[in-house]
């Protein structure tokens, strides 16, 4: 059923030193309101920095959707203390807004008006709100403002094998074998901490499932999970319609760049062009970046100044991870835990020593029918699943099995640290299969249908967590650096529009 991997357990328990040195961090978006729960209408303030230049605080599709960007570390505590301390100087700075606490922004009117980012006059700050208007055009401005966690991991250098000649390629194709491997087993993230079962009414694409919906108008599935990750969620070309397996690094590159060359005929009856004049997308390609292909995890690698990912990726390989299959989490003032940390850790390291056969494109067909159901139904009573060969077998046994290799894996990283954080953690997480009450997502549809208001919960939250980050504000270890890190954001983007000398257009083209 799966792979036995006691031996590769045992070869990790003789190594374990290499895993003192795992990298993370992570993106926290989160939409900006006024206090009465309508989106906030105001610019990016002025006072949190530049969107453009800031190294931590940014926006990401609109002007109100806030994105918090941590520095990698190997320290858990520490990264969790830098989000938090990104929210109170946030929240502190701009105290007359608050931070909406769901991934799904239930507080939407029609007369809404969502206004795209904007990152000021040079050519780089034009580029970025450009691809954002193609997004609008090509997928509608409100499924943009879906927010999510991004979690980004890395392993030591060390960790991989070296068994060919290319060290760069031997790592890149370790991170291929753990992605192939999230996708086979990552469904069990959702299952664990999906925490949007419910979603609004403009969102419907699929009417294979009968919503139920309450007072407000809001729709939700009684077993369902993560409606961000659905196709109603944001979506864009899927992997399957561009041939990725992640099968090997240069394969997975020529697809991407393929589909950023290759004209579409439905961006292209969209215009490049507005009856302005003005440009409305970056081009009409199938994808106008890299970064337009929704998936639940990426490749990634660091970038220079000028340089895309893709040639990054081509030059120097894989150097880490990205899983952005993560919901907001509403029962944590700044999004996830640490528990979800813990988890997240053994089960990528699981994905990591686990073998994952090459797929091909008729296997992305059982690997999507696996997340939906799990993203649909997930706690479904006996719900069952795809594994190897076309078979299925009970959710229940399946993440049982899979506890079973991570509460070996805790035990070593423990030993490490010399506390039992990962054990308690697995112990607690392996009863959300016994008891599916457990999970996230029933916790939200308690509180939502309890309460049959999300709106005000949403709202009720979103001030106790304002609160709590102004109270912690004057305890804020990285104050000073914030500060200092607004003023030169602010300088830098100055300086990069006084020294721009080609037009847009040019730009553009080079």
């Not at 979506?235 to 397996?245: A, C, M, R, Y």
């Not at 009856?269 to 440009?279: A, H, M, Q, R, Y």
């Not at 999004?335 to 813990?342: A, D, E, F, S, V």
């Not at 967590?465 to 912690?472: G, L």
Request: with cysteine.
């Amino acid at each position: 059923m799966i792979e036995d991997i006691s031996k590769k357990i045992t070869w990790l328990e003789k190594h374990s030193s290499i895993l003192k040195n795992i990298s993370r961090g992570i993106e926290r978006e989160t939409l900006r309101i006024k206090k009465n729960g309508n989106f906030s209408n105001t610019q990016h303030p002025y006072d949190i920095g530049s969107a453009l230049t800031h190294q931590w605080i940014t926006t990401d599709f609109s002007e109100n959707l806030l994105e918090f960007i941590t520095p990698n570390t190997n320290n858990i505590d520490y990264l969790l203390i830098f989000l938090k301390d990104l929210h109170s100087f946030v929240a502190y700075k701009n105290s007359n807004e608050l931070m909406w606490p769901f991934s799904i922004p239930y507080i939407y009117k029609k007369s809404t008006n969502i206004q795209i980012a904007k990152y000021g006059t040079s050519n780089y700050g034009a580029f970025k709100t450009l691809y954002r208007k193609g997004l609008k055009i090509r997928y509608g401005d409100l499924k943009n403002t879906i927010s999510g966690i991004h979690y980004n991991f890395s392993l030591p250098t060390t960790f991989w094998p070296k068994d060919t000649t290319e060290k760069t390629d031997n790592i890149s194709s370790g991170y291929l074998n753990l992605i192939r491997n999230y996708y086979r087993f990552g469904w069990i993230i959702p299952y664990l901490f999906g925490s949007s079962p419910a979603i609004l009414e403009n969102f419907i694409t699929n009417k294979k499932y009968k919503f139920q919906k309450n007072k407000e108008g809001i729709l939700y599935l009684p077993w369902s999970t993560s409606l961000r990750l659905s196709d109603m969620g944001y979506t864009s070309t899927s992997i399957e319609d561009l041939n990725i397996t992640f099968n090997n690094l240069e394969s997975y590159i020529n697809c991407l760049k393929k589909a950023m060359n290759t004209p579409s005929k439905k961006f292209s009856d969209l215009g490049l062009i507005n009856k302005l004049g003005e440009f409305q997308q970056l081009n009409t390609n199938i994808l106008q970046l890299e970064n337009e292909l929704y998936t639940q995890i990426r490749p990634k690698r660091t970038t220079n100044y000028g340089e895309s990912l893709l040639d990054a990726l081509k030059d120097r390989g894989i150097e880490y991870v990205e899983i952005r299959s993560l919901d907001i989490n509403p029962f944590s003032s700044i999004g996830i835990n640490k528990n979800q940390i813990l988890i997240l850790d053994l089960f990528l390291i699981w994905c990591s020593l686990m073998d994952a056969p090459k797929t091909k494109k008729t296997d992305f067909y059982f690997i999507t029918k696996n997340w939906n159901k799990i993203i649909f139904e997930g706690r479904k009573p006996n719900q069952k699943i795809y594994i190897n060969e076309n078979k299925k077998y009970k959710l229940k046994k399946i993440g049982k099995r899979i506890f079973q290799d991570l509460k070996k894996i805790a035990i070593i990283l423990d030993n490490q640290s010399k506390n039992e954080e990962y054990q308690k953690v697995c112990d607690k997480k392996i009863l959300f299969f016994e008891y599916p009450e457990l999970t996230y997502s029933a916790k939200f549809l308690k509180l939502f249908i309890e309460n049959n208001r999300i709106k005000k919960t949403g709202l009720n939250l979103a001030n106790t967590y304002h609160n709590q980050f102004i109270n912690q504000f004057y305890y804020n270890s990285h104050k000073q650096i914030l500060e200092n890190e607004t003023i030169r954001s602010h300088q830098k983007e100055i300086e990069l529009e006084k020294n721009e000398t080609l037009s847009l257009k040019d730009y553009l083209r080079k």
